[in-house]
């Protein structure tokens, strides 16, 4: 599969990029030890280091072959740091007409409305040139943060999901979103 990487202009500070580079391990390392993100994310371990930086450019190579197209989009700022996340999870069949998101960004690009400019260009762009016609975002319950945003993105609330997630040892609900083309 060779993909070339896709680049998709957010305004002059900040763009989107396709195709995690190895070099992004550090940026990952660098942002991903933050309490917020770990307690809003499921899969997101507390401790982040190099190692586990690493499984997830692994991973995000295997995911990208196996559904053959991107699957994780970068959030850059203007000298190619990668400050954040939005990410097609891959909870669905390869030819599924839906698909679930995720999404984080590092704290000092936070309360900037630089994320929900990227989930607009990311979302447009994935309902544009990939066959979805449905995708989905679920928020833990407490993420009232996330679920403003979420909205804003033009997500519309389908419904709780009762102790849809186990994390920390607790049941946690969660909010389905739904944007549909």
Not at 68 to 97: P, W
Not at 109 to 132: C, P, Q, S
């Amino acid at each position: 599969m060779d993909m070339r990487q896709t680049k998709i202009i957010i305004d002059e500070q900040f763009y989107v990029t396709t195709q995690l580079m190895e070099k992004d391990v550090d940026s990952l390392v660098k942002w991903m030890n933050d309490d917020v993100i770990y307690a809003n994310t499921l899969k997101i371990p507390k401790k982040y280091d190099r190692e586990k930086g690493l499984c997830y450019f692994n991973f995000c190579k295997e995911k990208d072959e196996k559904f053959c197209k991107e699957m994780a989009f970068q959030i850059r700022n203007a000298t190619n740091e990668m400050i954040g996340s939005i990410e097609l999870l891959g909870i669905y069949d390869v030819n599924s007409h839906k698909e679930e998101i995720g999404y984080w960004i590092a704290k000092p690009y936070r309360g900037i409305g630089l994320m929900k400019k990227a989930i607009d260009v990311f979302t447009n762009y994935v309902l544009k040139h990939y066959l979805y016609v449905r995708l989905e975002a679920t928020v833990f319950s407490y993420n009232v943060t996330s679920q403003k945003l979420i909205e804003k993105c033009g997500f519309n609330y389908e419904g709780t999901l009762k102790k849809a997630y186990f994390k920390d040892g607790k049941f946690i609900d969660a909010k389905l979103y739904a944007l549909v083309k």
